[in-house]
């Protein structure tokens, strides 16, 4: 979305409300200080429950009223929301359950003695914007009495028991006693917010099978979900979560808790919010993890990690920006840094690469200057696989595979697929075998990059259109990837002698889809079951996934004595990303964190 997620954003005449409607009002301001009775406090009014009704859509759009309650929250200053919430006093409640008794007055004027507890007349134009009730071309804010205690804020729990159980509390204070969970900051860098849920929510298919299970999951994910705002206009220089702000080394991770939320209720485009009216306070119930550890002996430690785009310019000149990744020179030094921070922390023997440059094997290329950087950040011997004479398929990103050559030795030529559906739709799987050290075994290496979700075809009888089961668009081209790898490794000449193999990459495929559970099917073992079951190594739409995978052959099963995910990317806010630091210097470090979007997934094999 490009527009701001808030209530400012959907009020299309404000320049004009500025320019007419609020001439007199600031005559109305101004007079109000000097008047002992203001008439415009004996005015008959609408109640704000008769404003809001039972339904979610106003039966007064378009009709001017007046109608009074107190101050709940001021947010009218230019870089807020453009107005304040009121809510009726008890007195003026009607008792109905069924009715809000708040409202937001979409003004930008407030009389200077106006604050938190001002028992106000209002006067303007019943609207509804992206689903909130308000009043829009506001006439006249008059304060009519001292101020008064605020509401008591209505206790709330997630989830909702449907839909629109929310609805009834629009406009008002509301307090969570129920620790709640950050479950996703997508838009926490340009729009300060953050979604919680009463626990953590995964994506339907990672742990339910397609169809009218992961529909119903769904569903339920839907009613558990509540956005924070931050009360800002776009973009806001300072991101307050957490306190006293976002940066580098005071990061807001999904999985941490966030305690005692107090605020408005207010709603978006049918997605409910708070409004925070007090600080929020956070535990940091999922801290960062440290380095992995290294591999234990007689081990090799297998890794396969999304680079995020590695584009590290065109041509000799390195010229900037590229079809893909960094825009700018210093862009990209910073997101080489992070990268290569990473992949030296991993302690990996053997690292399969997607989403790098396609570029070649020359000096300027991409993956040349990546494993010579990582050569000289660990001081081991690095080496990549060259898997063409220039580039390693039509696309502009492939997959690359490192390895360091005091662990493990090459075996024989690299292995492709060069038909359907890896010539055009999935990118060519990169397969090597590899002797470690010291011994005569050969384990076969798979990497791979399936093709994504997104794009999806036009015709709705595509048969990789989306089915709605939960898998989105081109499940079928990645399930026909998935059986045509695990065929090739069966029955190609050289590779179908060795039985020690692994297959890892970025499937885009849950663990419930088809493209994983057809691997299954087909003899492979996903050990992580055994280590720890709710890993994950994405998060998108405020659900935790793995769409990275590493599947082990029956021969090699019995020999993983670890396979984990290093949490160190999706569970951070997109905003510590290489590409945000142009404007939040505070924002980056050079460190291992957020410097992809997707986590790096590994195994460690004994031989």
Known sequence: MNNKNSIRANIPTKKLIRAVALAPLALMLASCANTETNPACLADTTAIATIQGASDRSTLVGQMVTTRGIITADWTATEQLGGFFIQSTSADQDQDPATAEGLFIATEELPATAAAGSFVYVTGVVAEAQQLTQLQQVSNVSICSTPQTLPEPIALQLPQAEANSFEQYEGMLVAFAQDLVVNGHYQLARHGQFEVAHERLYTPTQVVAPGADAQQLAQQNQLAKLLIDDNRAPNPAQVPYPAPELSADNTLRSGDTLQGAVGIMSQYQRQYRLQPTTQLTFEASNPRPAALPQPAQNTIRVAAFNVLNYFNGEGDAKTFPTQRGAKTAAQFKRQHDKIVTALAAMNADIIGLMEIENDGYTEHSAIVELTQALAVKTGQPWRFIQAGDERFGSDTITNGLLYRSDKVEPQGAVVSINQ??????????????????????????????????????????????????????????????????????????????????????????????????????????????????????????????????????????????????????????????????????????????????????YADIQF
């Open 420 to 601: 359907a559906p890896f010539d055009s739709r999935s990118r060519l799987p990169l397969i090597q075998r590899f002797a470690p050290l010291n011994t005569v075994e050969n384990l076969v290496v798979a990497v791979n990059h399936f093709k994504s979700k997104g794009s999806c075809p036009k015709d709705s009888s595509h048969p990789d259109a989306n089915q709605d089961d939960g898998q989105a668009c081109w499940n079928a081209t990645r399930t026909q990837s998935a059986e045509l790898l695990a065929d090739t490794l069966d029955q190609h000449p050289e590779l179908s002698r060795h039985s020690l193999r692994v297959l890892l990459g970025d499937f885009n495929a849950y663990a419930k889809e088809d493209p994983i559970t057809t691997l299954l099917g087909k003899g492979y073992y996903n050990r992580l079951d055994s280590f720890d079951a709710a890993a994950y190594s994405y998060v998108y739409d405020a659900q935790a996934g793995s769409l990275d995978h590493l599947l082990v052959s029956a021969a090699l099963n019995p020999r993983v004595v670890m396979q984990g995910i290093w949490s160190i990317n999706a569970d951070e806010p997109t905003a510590l990303q290489y590409s945000y630091a142009d404007t939040q210097a505070h924002w980056y470090a050079p460190s291992a964190y957020r410097a992809s979007d997707h986590d790096p997934v």
